[in-house]
């Protein structure tokens, strides 16, 4: 780490910055680091949270969860009260501090289906497509490969061409498994799901698939430090691909950075196409408010659920909703804020013959704890524990009613006037019924070892597999937007779950195949009994009532800055530039406009990665433009396809 990524308040503020990037989480570490390997770029980076270097509790996997609910590490939004769920208020976690989400997730790396990536490009924005995201998604990844005879006995497969090996973030299979990976396998084969080689070019459902590389939905990799190698090195990879010496991080204390930006900072003139030009940030520490100056570019890198908040106190979004909140009006953006929500529940089971399986259930045990700490310095024991299992699936693949629900969802949709919805839903949709006409898989069952449900609470001593339940491409959407005056109060997250019946039925069809998974051998021949829902779920009513009671966040939320065209309800153009502005970017999960099959991280990586390339170019292109030289376009980008409701 370089001895000045963290400075004092006092030392930035009488300074001038070509970047300043607003958030230093995934995308904004990353974002960050590009930048600065040009030694004549100074890059500003303003956190709001804590530095959270050198913490434990951060880089040790098998923590599953731990710093959920804990504010020094996360911001711990709620929901309104949901319309569609009983008024039922959900936790959202959201990563707080250097590193963002990537300091308190999973540590989930897999790669999204091809089809997803291609999509996006299909909406409108030429160049974001598979081809071209997963050649900057290399960059970010340091591949470790199983042994050969690790790759036999879990049937880990993979194609290097795939896989980065010289990147900044250490991946590789979990070297701890739970034992139960290859039955998991073998039963969601016996359900008709077989290992798909290739999912990702296909979408095909599958059980756990053996190219890792390919699919991120089954057999995936994790982010992984030296201790979890049993090798030497620098355990901060959830931070390291954001730190260089020409970066500059605020601090006031040894332990954070605590400065949260509320809005963005516009000259009073505007470019000759008519475009506002950012000049910096106005940002609170200690209950003062501070001005950062930017020459090139301000990037607001603060997450789906921060960023259209800054937004809108930077005036930018909804009229109506900047009325509300008395920001003065610069930019109308009626879409900013609107956003998808995949949505996720947990089915618990205990285990017959505990000792055979490892899980993370025994930490609980002070004893058991505190003996595992001290394996873990020596590169053994529970906490180098992962999992692997995961399975995708169509409706009609895993659901003998499926195949007329999706009919039924078909029809509705394409008999509804496109004009009753907003500004690009239309489009949006007629992918999802592609998707749904092909029998690409859209729902996804993991399972993990610990116990992570409710109800009914886990018994002392017992081992546990939980199988969660998730929805990958929800059709009902929901909002994210300022909720007060107040620019450091929580916005208002409403995410309209089930508001969609067709995702309901999705979600009970779901919960009925993991149910019929864990009666099936092999996988059902090691299980003692189902916990949750429990016996008392029954019938088709009783498991409605139970999933609108406790459906959870799987904290994927994508989409409230959308990068669409701008009457498509775009928020950022494919240069991933605010519509109006010529010098705000968007790097963060918030652009993505229709969700992907998997987990968020990676893509996360892969997006920052390309985004640091188009603020370079553009800057070049403006310089080069400003001496009367011509140049063309970056050439990642390309023509795309129009998208027709069909």
Wanted: charged share 20%; with cysteine.
């Amino acid at each position: 780490m370089a001895a000045n990524l963290l400075t004092s308040v006092h030392d930035i503020v009488d300074r001038e910055y070509d970047y300043i990037v607003v958030g230093g989480g995934t995308a904004g570490l990353v974002v960050a680091t590009r930048l600065s390997e040009d030694p004549n770029t100074s890059v500003l980076v303003l956190e709001a949270g804590r530095a959270n270097l050198n913490d434990d509790s951060i880089t040790m996997s098998g923590t599953f969860g731990k710093n959920f609910f804990q504010p020094d590490y996360e911001w711990g939004f709620m929901t309104a009260p949901q319309k569609h769920c009983n008024d039922t208020v959900s936790y959202w976690p959201r990563g707080k501090g250097l590193g963002g989400s990537s300091g308190i997730n999973f540590y989930v790396f897999t790669q999204p289906p091809a089809s997803d990536i291609d999509a996006i490009e299909k909406l409108g924005n030429p160049g974001w497509n598979w081809e071209t995201y997963i050649r900057y998604s290399r960059k970010s990844e340091r591949f470790t490969p199983p042994s050969a005879q690790e790759e036999a006995a879990e049937r880990l497969h993979f194609d290097p061409a795939h896989h980065g090996i010289n990147g900044p973030i250490s991946t590789c299979y979990p070297p701890l498994r739970s034992g139960w990976d290859t039955l998991y396998q073998d039963t969601l084969g016996n359900l008709g799901l077989p290992p798909a080689r290739d999912a990702v070019r296909s979408g095909a459902p599958c059980a756990l698939d053996p190219a890792a590389h390919l699919s991120g939905l089954p057999r995936h990799k994790v982010i992984v430090d030296g201790n979890l190698l049993g090798q030497s090195g620098d355990k901060q990879t959830f931070i390291r691909c954001g730190v260089l010496e020409s970066s500059k991080f605020t601090q006031e204390s040894p332990r954070g950075c605590f400065l949260a930006v509320t809005r963005v900072l516009f000259r009073d003139d505007k470019n000759a196409e008519g475009d506002v030009i950012a000049s910096g940030v106005e940002f609170v520490h200690e209950g003062k408010t501070y001005t950062g100056r930017a020459k090139r570019e301000v990037i607001l890198s603060a997450g789906t659920i921060k960023t259209p908040q800054i937004l809108e106190f930077s005036g930018v979004g909804n009229p109506e909703i900047l009325a509300k909140i008395g920001a003065l009006q610069g930019l109308p953006s009626p879409a900013s804020g609107k956003m998808y929500k995949n949505t996720s529940l947990q089915r618990w089971a205990s285990l017959k013959h505990p000792e055979n399986y490892n899980t993370l259930d025994p930490l609980s045990d002070e004893a058991i704890l505190k003996q595992q700490l001290q394996l873990y310095t020596e590169h053994k024991g529970l906490f180098r524990l992962s999992f692997l299992g995961i399975g995708t699936g169509s409706l009609a693949r895993l659901s003998p009613n499926g195949a007329a629900l999706a009919a039924s969802q078909a029809a509705r949709i394409r008999a509804t006037p496109a004009e009753t919805w907003r500004p690009g839903i239309a489009e949006q949709y007629a992918l999802q019924l592609d998707k749904l006409g092909a029998g690409t898989a859209s729902l996804e069952v993991v399972s993990m070892p610990t116990f992570l449900s409710r109800p009914n609470p886990p018994e002392p001593g017992k081992k546990y597999i939980t199988i969660v339940s998730i929805l990958n491409h929800p059709w009902s959407r929901g909002t994210i937007h300022a909720a007060s005056a107040d620019p450091l109060a929580p916005p208002a997250l409403d995410p309209h779950y089930y508001e969609d019946d067709f995702d309901l039925q999705n979600m009970v069809e779901l919960v009925k195949f993991v149910r019929k998974l864990g009666k099936t051998s092999p996988i059902g021949d090691i299980i003692a009994r189902e916990h949750n829902p429990g016996p008392e779920v029954q019938t088709d009513e009783e498991l409605v009532a139970w999933i609108k009671q406790h459906t959870n966040s799987i904290a994927h939320t994508s989409g409230t800055c959308s990068m669409l065209p701008r009457d498509k309800g775009g928020v950022v153009d494919p240069r991933l530039k605010v519509y109006g502005t010529q010098n705000l970017r968007v790097v963060d999960l918030s652009i993505l406009p229709l969700h992907i099959g998997a987990p968020t991280q990676t893509y996360v990586y892969g997006l920052a990665e390309q985004a640091a390339i188009l603020s370079k170019a553009l800057f070049e292109r403006r310089v080069d433009a400003h001496s009367r030289r011509v140049q063309t376009d970056p050439p990642i980008f390309k023509s795309s396809e129009p998208v027709t409701l069909r």
